[in-house]
């Protein structure tokens, strides 16, 4: 069975801060992965994407992701974390290419 | 551009009530059409979903029922609606064109009282 872990269900950090979040996922196909940001009351914007290709995957806002598939993971990170990063973080898996399955999603915080 | 539409963007609705949330999309044909519910403190959880005209499939059995009239239209309704139905319903498409993504709306927030 395909499934998405996103570890942590809150994080926080300093402005200027370095942010990771987590996601392994667990799949017997290739997968396509996605990493959605959502803001209080609005839909899910995507952020990145990895189908094929290189595995280090740049998005929008300044966020990477690198896909290894040796520890099936899809971690995101940012260098330095703004404020207006404050927002919800869906990690999402595709094995058919037509259905997505979520993480549980990650709180960001950003601290002044 | 392609771009997707959901409305209405706030409703507030009785038990028992009828419901009907309305989803089209603009600047692509033959999209792939989704339904999801996020309920509070919750994650998404998938609905229905369409790949053409009248079809529907559906993944969880509940209430609600959904329908495509047409090619970027898809219609999330129920007969009577339940306290459980609350939360923010969000629609998303995948374009003919990049089938592995998904875009979403700007969704529903509905609240049953």
């Known amino acids: 069975a395909q499934s998405v872990t996103q570890l942590g269900s809150h994080v926080s950090v300093s402005e200027g801060a370095l942010v990771l979040l987590r996601c392994n996922y667990s799949s017997s196909v290739p997968p396509y992965l996605f990493w959605y940001v959502q803001y209080p009351n609005q839909g899910l914007q995507l952020l990145l994407k990895?189908?094929?290709?290189?595995?280090l995957v740049k998005g929008i806002n300044g966020f990477e992701a690198e896909f290894k598939k040796s520890e099936t993971s899809f971690h995101l990170t940012k260098p330095s974390a703004h404020m207006s990063d404050a927002a919800e973080y869906f990690c999402?898996?595709?094995?058919?290419?037509?259905?997505?399955?979520f993480g549980s999603g990650t709180q960001l915080t950003v601290l002044p | 551009s392609q771009t997707i539409h959901q409305w209405p963007a706030t409703l507030v609705q009785p038990v028992g009530s009828p419901l009907s949330l309305e989803c089209t999309v603009e600047?692509?044909?033959?999209?792939?059409l989704y339904w999801y519910r996020q309920a509070a403190g919750r994650g998404l959880q998938l609905l229905f979903y369409s790949v053409g005209i009248g079809q529907i499939s559906s993944e969880v059995p509940q209430n609600l029922s959904a329908s495509r009239p047409q090619d970027r239209q898809f219609i999330l309704s129920s007969k009577k609606l339940l306290l459980s139905d609350s939360g923010f319903y969000l629609c998303a498409y995948q374009p003919a064109l990049l089938r592995e993504t998904q875009y979403f709306g700007p969704g529903t927030r509905l609240l049953v009282l």
């Open positions: 990895y189908t094929t290709g290189a595995t």
């Open positions: 600047g692509t044909s033959n999209p792939n």
């Open positions: 999402a898996f595709s094995g058919s290419a037509r259905q997505l399955t």
